[in-house]
């Protein structure tokens, strides 16, 4: 089974999607951290974010090691995964990898911007995850504040909107909803609850799938 979640910056697309492979115990990739890894590397050579070639370089010359950096959580890591995943030739680069382990026997649960558009098409459910802009860098402010890099609400609003502008705009592979993603706004549910409905609205939807399917026999 392959779960996409799609879904802008600080939905709550990672908590869910950890969430969902332990319920369905199936494995997990969360693939903004292979973008975040591209900027990293790029970052601590000294490197430009608008520097195409190399971003491109470092894409295919991706450092496992860095996905336990303590810098890849960061802001200023977050904004140059943005602006390297524009460039085409880096999402080609990580794609295969993105597919091999979404077809790993025990399943898995993929979760970014285009995993039911282009990454995992056939997905058996996907699921995209919004919530209104200011609920999200209230989010991102506290969870900011828990890990002692606390920063004004308002900056933390701005460089959101501008993500959100920057990963829904660019040509190859936008953020954007799959036509038959079931879609969850979590602005107005907690944690526990998100996990709930998208847990509920996936058993419906396979279920559904198994009825059309023997309907169809
Ligand atoms: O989910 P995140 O904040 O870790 O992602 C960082 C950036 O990586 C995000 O702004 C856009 C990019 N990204 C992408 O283009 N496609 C994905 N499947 C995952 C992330």
Redesign the pocket.
Known sequence: MIIAVDGP?ASG??TLARALAEHFKLEHL????L??CVALSMQLAGHNFQDEALAIKAAHHLVPELINHPALRTETI?AG??IV?AYPAVRQALLQFQRDFAHSPSGAVLD????GTV?CPDADAKIFLTAAVDVRARRREQELIECGMPQPYLTILADLNK?DER?ASRPT?PLKAAPDALLLDSSNLGKENTIVEAIRLINTHLLQKVRLTSEQS
């Open positions: 910056s697309k990672g969360d693939t903004g951290s973008y975040r977050g995964a943005s995943s970014g911007r285009d995993i990454v993500r990963d592979a």
